[in-house]
Structure formats: C-alpha cells, structure tokens
C-alpha cells in the first residue's frame, strides 16, 4: 500500500507536466483517461495566435504576448518549397491551395494541422491556375468550415463552368465531392484581387463585387451592388445578404471575424479617410465603430484592418492592407478606443514579407483522421 502510494504522481503534477511535451505525444495520451482528455483538448482553447501567409511561408504570432515584444514563427509548412495560398482556419486546422504543376495550372488542397503536424492532400480538377505578377491566381474560389454537428471539415469551392455557376462541397468525413448549380452568375469571384472567405457560426461569407442573372449576364441583380453570399452548414443552402445601406454603391468592403459575429470594413474613399466597423446579428447592421484617418495619408489603396480586439485594454490591433492586390504590409498599429490614439509597431520577424492573407487560429490536436 505504502509501495503505491510512492509511485503515484498527483493529477497537479501531471497537468503540470502535459502542457511541456509536444503535440504528437499529447495525441496518443489523449486515450490515457477521460480526465487527460479533456485536459488536452482544453489546453490551448485561450492560446490565440495569428496566421500570415504569404506564397512561400506560413508564420505565427502570439497575439496574447506582450505587445512590444510579438515575433512571428515559421510554421514550417511540409509543402512549403511550393507556391501556396491559404485559405482558411478553423478549429486549429489549416486549408491551403498549393500549386503542383505551374504550366499546367494544376494545383491541390492541403489540410493541415500545424500543431500536430500531420496533413492531407485533397486532390481537385483543374482549377485554372494563371501565373501573375504578385504570385498566382485561380479562377474559382474555396471556403473553409468546420461542422460541429457532424465533426466534420468541409471545403467549399465555386466553380466558373460554361456560362453557369458551380459549387462543389468536400466533406472530410467522406472524403468526397458533391455538387451543384447557383441559381446566379457571380462576376468577378477572385483574380488578384481576392477577398478573403470568412467562416463565422456555420456559415461562410463571401464578399462579391456583383451578381447577375445566369441567362443574361448583363442583367445586374441587387442593384449592381457588392454584396455578400452565404453558405450555411445548417441547411447546405446559398442565400445573399445585402450590406448596410450606408455602405455606398461600389465601395470598398472586406468581412471578418468580430468576436464570433460577421464583421464588415467599409473603407470610405478620399484617400481611405476612415473606416467603419460595423456588425451583424441574425437580419441587421449595426455600426459598431470607427476608427479615424491616420494623421499621415495612406496611399490610396490601402486602409487599416482590425485583426484583433484586446477586451481588457480597449485597444484594437490594426494591420495595414493593400486593396489591390488583397495584400498585408508588415505595418501594425495599435489603437485605444478610449483614447483615439494609434501606436505603431512592427512584429519581429515579418518586416521583410508581404502577407496575401491574415486570420485568428487557436492551435489543437485535432485529428485529421476519419
């Protein structure tokens, strides 16, 4: 009895030493006990971090550090000597298209956990891959989600085709493709001016430059406006949203993440002299702020997007954005609500890249095997 109660180590201890080891033996000690488990699977529910992309590498950055002292970390993405562009993130797991064969135009889907370092390669038909000046660009465009009804992930592609358009759903419990027909032709989906696919409650969110009617193509539906195409998981159904009135006709306008709502930038014009924030509940805008104009003029292209809202300090991370191409600059500002003052600061480690793509992640183990 005594012998025992020498070998065995408090549950204290042991919770001390899980979060020490690396990923790949958290995974296999998950099975332990139902108490490991869920400790492993919480372990890293508060450890937000924020993805950079760019087309040779993928970077890290924990945005809960101090603030003067963030420095970006490799990820060291397998595929990584090839050309790739990441898509999405959700529930630590990352989605990125990587081009296979440049005089082709062919390229795969990648989904890749960087925390446990394991990854899957989802191989898709042509997708029209072209070589342009700030990388390379394809002519249909994907989302990614995450169902947790189903504990599935799922990619959705759309998917030019003769005259009509096409969406195509991959299901990661299935490993396969389904398909379908929009009932609109979408005009432009993605060139190099892309704007990102933002998954937010089950649903993904598209910001298109306009819709027209699939029989005549000249036909503007809504107005001719930018507006915004819903995918729910809920219901596997497409639907448009309207942005808010206030939002003029042509304006410039990106979607986002805004503490688990659909967020949306309007950036005004004249030399992008501020920009709204504003937020959506289930059937209406509300504006929610505005961050005002630098005292130095941006270049007409660019504005600053919030990447990050830290609750305890009333300050807001700002990334500076390039509208044409959709790129990031390696320019941080940060700034207070309260004092309506920005700060600027640069992240060690990124001031030599320029980022096509930028969103929140929180590491897990999440398997990738189904």
Not at 102 to 112: E, Q, S
């Amino acid at each position: 009895m005594g012998s025992d109660s020498k070998r065995h180590i408090s549950d204290h201890v042991i919770f001390t030493i899980l979060p020490r080891l690396p990923a790949k033996s958290l995974v296999r000690f998950k099975c332990v006990s139902k108490a490991w488990h869920s400790f492993i699977n919480a372990l890293n529910s508060d450890n937000r971090k924020l993805i950079f992309s760019t087309l040779r590498s993928i970077h890290s950055v924990d945005i809960g550090a101090n603030i003067n002292n963030m420095k970006a970390r490799n990820l060291n993405f397998p595929l990584g000597k090839l050309l790739h562009q990441l898509i999405g993130c959700c529930n630590g797991v990352l989605c990125i298209v990587v081009q296979i064969d440049r005089p082709a135009g062919k390229a795969d889907l990648v989904i890749w956990n960087p925390w446990t370092g394991r990854y899957k390669t989802v191989p898709i038909s042509s997708v029209d891959l072209t070589e342009k000046m700030y990388g390379f660009a394809y002519k249909n465009t994907y989302g990614f989600c995450f169902d947790q009804s189903t504990n599935d992930y799922k990619i959705v592609r759309l998917v030019k085709r003769e005259g009509i358009m096409e969406f195509q759903i991959y299901s990661l419990n299935s490993d396969s493709w389904k398909s379908g027909i929009l009932p609109w032709y979408i005009f432009p989906m993605s060139y190099e001016r892309k704007y990102s696919v933002t998954f937010i409650d089950r649903s993904l969110y598209w910001r298109i430059d306009h819709i027209t009617d699939p029989k005549d193509r000249w036909t503007a539906l809504f107005g001719g406006s930018s507006v915004i195409l819903c995918f729910s998981l809920v219901d596997e159904n497409f639907r448009v949203i309207l942005p808010p009135d206030d939002v003029a006709k042509g304006a410039e306008f990106d979607l986002f993440d805004f503490g688990g709502c659909l967020g949306l930038i309007h950036c005004h014009a004249r030399r992008r002299a501020h920009v709204d924030i504003w937020t959506r509940n289930e059937h209406n805008w509300t504006k929610s702020m505005c961050i005002p104009r630098l005292q130095q003029e941006l270049h007409n292209s660019l504005y600053l997007a919030p990447v990050f809202f830290y609750n305890g300090t009333g300050e807001v991370l700002l990334h500076e954005k390039d509208t044409y191409p959709c790129r990031g600059k390696e320019v941080f500002y940060l700034y207070s609500l309260e004092k309506k003052t920005f700060r600027k600061f640069n992240i060690e480690g990124m001031e030599q890249f320029t980022f096509h793509m930028d969103m929140p992640y929180t590491p897990s183990l999440t398997s990738l095997t189904r």
